[in-house]
Nanobody, 120 residues
């Protein structure tokens, strides 16, 4: 399994920005994804990215969040702009080492998460 560690979470006001990072202990797998979860709710897929940069986003973050990856640094990022209180959640990164890449699919390794809190 790939070891993943997220960082960059914190507390911001509505309209603010945060950038999350996820570092892997190996070369980044083919497909990387960001997910989020609030207590009592199902985990939600946020965005995915393939090795060469193809991305998918859930509708609620399109135009506000940007996923990217730096394969040399073994790091995937989630730039979050125009944050809303509904974005408050624990954010997780995850990987799947095959080219079919969408947050609705099964991911293998997960990080411990980083908390994002957006206040109104």
């Amino acid at each position: 399994l790939v070891q993943l560690v997220e960082s960059g979470g914190g507390s911001v006001q509505t309209g603010g920005s945060l950038t999350l990072s996820c570092v892997a202990d190996t070369d980044l797998p083919t497909c990387m994804g960001w997910f989020r979860q609030t207590p009592g709710q199902a985990r939600e897929g946020v965005a995915t990215i393939l090795t060469l940069g193809a991305t998918t986003y859930t509708n609620s973050v399109k135009g506000r969040f940007t996923i990217s990856r730096d394969n040399a640094k073994k790091t995937v990022y989630l730039q979050m702009d125009k944050l809303k209180p509904d974005d408050t959640a624990m954010y997780y990164c995850a990987e799947r080492s095959i080219s079919s890449c969408h947050y609705s699919l099964t991911f293998r390794s997960w990080g411990p998460g980083t908390q994002v809190t957006v206040s109104s």
